[in-house]
């Protein structure tokens, strides 16, 4: 089963708070989710693998650590996974962005894929798959499907807030992915959002609303 990381940095949580309230505008609201996205990144890189190095300072020989391993690739859910890419980078400027658009078929519901760029050597990459909100776990399933079709294999999971019901049903699907978000919130309502949630994260992004 995949584990799912609660990134509770008081920094997050304060920054969450001013994304949730509903009198933050569009420049605000853009500027707290790029910077929750940063700090998130710091969080699910944690486990990424270290190599030794020695570097000459000027002073003597220092023996020092670099990363090794896996180079990453985001992977952001058009459209609302698009405000988090830039946040992420700060940290990670040498990761490659590959981008997912779904959208749901009106009679089936099933989500379906309109749009698909992919690094070429995305099989060879660690992924995070970014969405701002985990609701139904249909998009994140359906993005994750379409990663593991292509023959990833390592794929994380980043949201700023998820829903129980969208939680069990990635880690249903998907028991390999992990997932860090930055808060789990009450449920689901009939109109699928989260609750209490943030409203429309693509919306209050760009100012469609
Ligand atoms: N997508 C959103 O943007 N908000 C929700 O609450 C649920 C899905």
């Given amino acids: 089963m995949g584990k799912v990381f609660i990134c509770d940095h008081p920094l997050i949580q304060h920054k969450l708070t001013f994304i ?3 009198t933050t505008n569009t420049k605000d609201f853009r500027e707290l989710v790029d910077e929750v996205a940063t700090l998130m990144a710091y969080e699910i890189t944690r486990d990424i693998p270290l190599e030794k190095t020695t570097v000459k300072t000027p002073v003597s020989e220092a023996e020092c650590q670099i990363i090794s391993g896996r180079m990453l690739g985001l992977i952001p859910i058009l459209r609302a996974g698009l405000g988090m890419v ?3 980078l700060k940290l990670i400027p040498a990761a490659k962005v590959g981008h997912i658009g779904l959208y ?3 009679e ?3 989500p379906v894929e309109y749009y698909v760029k992919l690094p070429t050597d995305v099989t060879e990459r660690e992924l995070i798959v970014i969405d701002p909100m985990l609701a139904t776990g249909g998009s994140a399933i359906a993005a994750i499907d379409v990663l ?5 294999t390592q794929i994380k999971m980043m949201n700023l807030i998820a ?3 969208g939680i069990r049903a990635v880690q249903e699907a998907h028991p390999d992915v992990d997932i860090y978000v930055a808060a789990i919130d009450t449920y689901l309502n009939e109109h699928g959002y989260i609750v209490p949630g943030l409203g429309d994260a693509g919306d ?3 100012g469609t609303k």
């Fill in 148 to 152: 593991k079709k292509r023959n990833c």
């Fill in 204 to 206: 209050r992004l760009f």
């Fill in 86 to 88: 830039d946040g992420v």
């Fill in 108 to 110: 089936t519901l099933q």
């Fill in 104 to 106: 749901r078929d009106p």
């Fill in 20 to 22: 949730r309230d509903e």
């Fill in 163 to 165: 829903s129980p019901e």
